[in-house]
């Protein structure tokens, strides 16, 4: 009974003092048997335990002689082991407090988002165009000029670019996407970095890009069958829009940035609530693959183009389209066998223009009953075979549009007169944009993958 006393009358988690085997031996030989109960093992038996070290304080992990951090022996956990206060506080303390290695890990900066390449801020701008942008009177418009030379090379797709768009509300910035399945967002006139944005989230190559007027959104669309909407600030996707066609255009509504439009590959034009993230409208005829859609009538209504060259119907070529009601109001607009892959509204003329693969441009009333302007167009580009995108100037004077020859050809809106033709790119420039502000700058991109600023 005495070594039963020994072995559990000790509160302490210390080891017992040691037993002589002289004393452990009289002992067990005087001690009466209890065969009810196990009988408890020989010292020699027993499990060796080292003894302790003095417990460290809390945090302190280091030699105070040799400041070199030291292991401290942590017990293991054996299943069906009686773990002590003391052994479960220093297991708690040991897992807290993060290794050598981890603290290394930790004391390093995070490694940066693929997205995120550069600064989109406006140090870099110069200062002509911030003043232009900043001391601009309210309602004024600025002269166009024409362009005379390739100012800025942007190179970052490896496959052709199908669409650039400039920011009005952060004008230093340009949108581009490409066959490639990226769409890039440029600081134009940065003295570091250029290419700031890399948008690398679909899987398929990218169609189409458009700046929301309000903030820094971006919206993209392509061969994945997806819409996507990034926050260009901190270059992460907030929104997706999954349909079951391939989506070649999206448009914001000019009234409304929660609300865009899109047309696809199967014919079907969506009206979608970013706010809701669902289609709040939807569009049906029989219709080709969608080109191109433009709002007028302050967002009530748009136009559509659809690619009609599988089929012997034209009329469906361009149509006018009532928002709410979901009905055409016009499918009789062009009727000629040529498919538009561009429809431009004029900011201040109740027009619009639509790039055919004629070879020319056509100018059309955005009033009813829509009627095709015969006696004015804009020849001399080429577009045939690609899709040719053309733009207005911000004061409406001039129109400039890209051709299948690589250059860029300039006309006077009123007297559909070639103004300026300026050779860009060994391969079909595609698309083509005025700067919202400066009137002498234009961005431009190519079949091969060159995005450019000229002035």
Known sequence: MDLICNSYGNDSDDEPEPVSNERLTSEIATAPSIPSKRPYPVPEERQYKPPRRPYPPHGSYSDPQTSSSVSVPVPVPVPGRYVSKRERSLLASVSTIPTQDQSSDLNQKPSSSPTVLGSISDSDVPRHVLSSVTHR?????????????????????????????????????????????????WNVWSNDKKKVRAFLHHNAPVKDVKWSKQGLSLLSCGYDCMSRLFDVERGVEIQSFKEDQVIGVVKFNPDHCSVFLSGGSKGSLRLWDIRANKIVHEYIRDLGPILDVEFIAGGKRFISSSDVSGRNISENAVMIWDISREVPLSNQVYVEAYTCPCIKRHPQDP?????????????????PPFKLNKYKRFEGHWVAGFPIKCNFSPDGETLISGSSDGSIYMYSYKSTELIKKLKAYEQPCVDVSYHPVLP????ACSWNGQVSVFE
């Open 351 to 367: 027009v619009f223009i639509a790039q055919s693969h004629g070879n020319y441009a056509a100018i059309f009333s955005t009033n």
């Open 137 to 185: 009177p309210k309602g004024s418009s600025l002269r166009t000029e024409m362009p005379s030379r390739m100012s800025i090379s942007l190179t970052g797709h490896t496959k052709a670019v199908t669409a650039i768009d400039w920011s009005t509300s952060h004008v230093h910035l340009l949108a581009s996407a490409g066959l490639d399945s990226v769409a890039y967002v």
């Open 440 to 443: 002498n700058v234009v961005a």
